[in-house]
């Protein structure tokens, strides 16, 4: 098991404050009463929304304000994962079975009038998603992090196994993968391990805008609440920039092509158009 003790000083860029992107409008889409983005597709015409416990999906169009109904069921929201065409999702399903057994299901649903399909045993997984079959995917299992190629999955886990993983996101060029550490912070690596970069200390639920740049929540709390939290950028050269003015509890962010989409803690979703 690899340990990585001075990763820390050997790794941790100066921060410096930038204009990473430039924000042009700020929109409230939605007032949805615990409510949570959990996706967004990636030329940015809908979200997945999902509710704080991961509860259910639902479609929200952004050009027509239409919401569909996609699931109940519990864990839908959790990691959900969307094709690159975003014509299909997968997604998991807590269900409980006669015997009051609790298992996961895995379900991927077309948008083009297609049954949705349970997927097979071996697929079980939703790393191990068929529509992106030829890129390597990451996932976080018993707080290890996963890495799913050629139908098998397996520990990567690259700065060890004594550390609780969170928020694996790939970069969409395929060749890096985003990651958080509890108490620790995010880091970005290579796909085969290497080149371990600390991006922040606050950069919780991290997910890429670009190749070069990495949106997460900054986020301050009591132990029990979160007291405020804003959204920022981290550059791979170590620049930083606070997107939000702090008004807003803004957690939760997701990215598409031009725009970045978060929750507030008042079931609120806004969507930035940036540059």
Not at 112 to 136: I, W
């Amino acid at each position: 098991m690899k340990k990585v003790y001075l990763f820390l000083a050997l790794a941790i860029p100066m921060m410096a404050s930038a204009q990473l992107l430039e924000v042009a409008s700020t929109e409230r889409v939605a007032n949805n009463a615990n409510a949570k983005v959990a996706a967004f597709s990636p030329n940015g015409d809908y979200l997945l929304l999902t509710n704080t416990s991961n509860q259910g999906l639902q479609r929200f169009d952004l050009a027509s304000k239409k919401i569909t109904p996609i699931t109940t069921a519990d864990g839908a929201g959790y990691n959900v994962k969307v094709a690159r065409d975003g014509k299909q999702i997968v997604y998991r399903e807590v269900v409980t079975d006669a015997k009051q057994i609790r298992r996961s299901n895995v379900v991927r649903h077309s948008f083009d009038g297609a049954p949705r399909k349970m997927m097979a045993k071996s697929q079980l997984t939703l790393e191990a998603m068929v529509v992106e079959a030829e890129r390597p995917s990451f996932s976080v299992k018993d707080r290890q992090l996963m890495i799913t190629e050629n139908g098998e999955t397996r520990v990567f886990s690259p700065n060890g196994q004594q550390y609780s993983y969170h928020w694996a996101s790939l970069s969409p060029n395929g060749k890096k993968v985003s990651y958080y550490i509890s108490a620790v912070g995010c880091f970005v690596c290579d796909i085969d391990g290497k080149n371990i970069q600390f991006i922040g200390h606050n950069c919780l639920a991290p997910v890429w805008y670009n190749d070069n740049i990495l949106v997460g929540c900054d986020t301050k709390d009591n132990g029990e609440v979160v007291l405020e939290s804003v959204i920022v950028a981290y550059s791979l050269d170590g620049k930083k920039q606070v997107l939000t003015n702090g008004e807003q509890i803004a957690v939760f962010p997701q990215a598409a092509d031009g725009k970045i989409a978060y929750s507030t803690s008042e079931g609120e979703i806004y969507v930035m158009n940036v540059k």
